[in-house]
C-alpha cells in the first residue's frame, strides 16, 4: 500500500513570496491533516478535513494561510505572503475513520529567508 | 485543554541498554494515545496506540507502553536499545473529533 505523499520535499523562499504544497493521502483515506513542525517542537495542526469538508482549522493562520481539498483526495496548503516565521517542516497526514491512527508523509521543509 | 508533556527533551542510553520515556498527559474524558517516532528528514511513524481494554500495549520494534489512569501517564519502554532507535519520539492525545495534540517530543541518543 502506497503512503501519504508530499511534494516538494525541501522549499526555499524569500520572505513575502508565495508557496503551495501538495499531499495525496492513502488511497481510501477519508481524513486529511496539515500540521506544521517547527524545530525543537512537536507538530501542530494547521487544518483538518474530512472528506471535501473542513472540520478544523482553527489553528490556521487565515491571513496568509489557505487548503483546499479537491474531490476528497489531494490537498494543496498555501501560504502567501510567507514570514520568516513560517519557515517549519510541513507535514500532511490522513486517516481511514475517526479516531484512528495517522498515518504521516515525509513532509516539506520550508525555509524563508 | 488537551495537552502533553515530555519532560525529557533528551536522553541518552548505552546500546543494549533498557529504556523508559515519559509521558504525560491532560485530557478530561478517556484519552486514545499514542506514540510516534522520527527520524532525521522522515515523517512520523507510528510506533503504537492505546484505544482501550489491556493497559499495556505492545509496539512495533519491541517498544511496549502502559497506560496509569491515575497518574495521567503513558510511558514507553524498551528493554534493550539498538542503535537504530536512536530518533526523536512523540507522545499524542487525540481529543475533540480527533484532533493529534503532541509533546514537544524527546531525542533519544543512543552510545555505543
Known amino acids: 500500500e502506497a503512503g501519504v505523499a508530499q511534494s516538494p520535499r525541501y522549499k526555499i523562499i524569500e520572505k513575502r513570496q508565495s508557496v503551495a504544497f501538495w499531499c495525496n493521502p492513502i488511497?481510501?483515506?477519508?481524513?486529511l491533516y496539515w500540521y506544521q513542525q517547527i524545530l525543537g517542537q512537536g507538530p501542530k495542526l494547521l487544518i483538518q478535513?474530512?472528506?471535501?469538508?473542513?472540520?478544523?482549522d482553527s489553528q490556521l493562520p487565515k491571513d496568509r494561510f489557505s487548503a483546499e481539498r479537491l474531490k476528497g483526495v489531494d490537498s494543496t496548503l498555501k501560504i502567501q505572503p510567507a514570514k520568516l516565521e513560517d519557515s517549519a517542516v510541513y507535514l500532511c497526514?490522513?486517516?481511514?475513520?475517526?479516531?484512528?491512527?495517522?498515518?504521516f508523509g515525509p513532509g516539506t521543509r520550508l525555509t524563508v529567508t | 485543554a488537551q495537552s502533553v508533556t515530555q519532560p525529557d527533551i533528551h536522553i541518552t542510553v548505552s546500546e543494549g541498554a533498557s529504556l523508559e520515556l515519559r509521558c504525560n498527559y491532560s485530557?478530561?474524558?478517556?484519552?486514545?494515545l499514542f506514540w510516534y517516532v522520527q527520524s532525521p528528514g522522515q515523517g512520523l511513524q507510528l510506533l503504537l496506540k492505546?484505544?482501550?481494554?489491556?493497559?499495556l500495549v505492545q509496539g512495533i520494534k519491541g517498544f511496549e507502553a502502559e497506560f496509569k489512569r491515575s497518574q495521567s501517564s503513558f510511558n514507553l519502554r524498551k528493554p534493550s536499545v539498538h542503535w537504530s532507535d536512536a530518533a526523536e519520539y512523540f507522545c499524542?492525545?487525540?481529543?475533540?473529533?480527533?484532533?493529534?495534540?503532541f509533546g514537544k517530543g524527546t531525542m533519544l541518543l543512543v552510545s555505543p
Open positions: 497526514a490522513s486517516s481511514p475513520e475517526v479516531p484512528s491512527e495517522q498515518y
Open positions: 488511497s481510501g483515506h477519508a481524513t
Open positions: 478535513f474530512q472528506n471535501n469538508g473542513v472540520v478544523d
Open positions: 485530557y478530561g474524558a478517556t484519552p486514545y
Open positions: 492505546y484505544f482501550s481494554g489491556d493497559t
Open positions: 499524542a492525545v487525540v481529543s475533540g473529533y480527533s484532533t493529534l495534540t
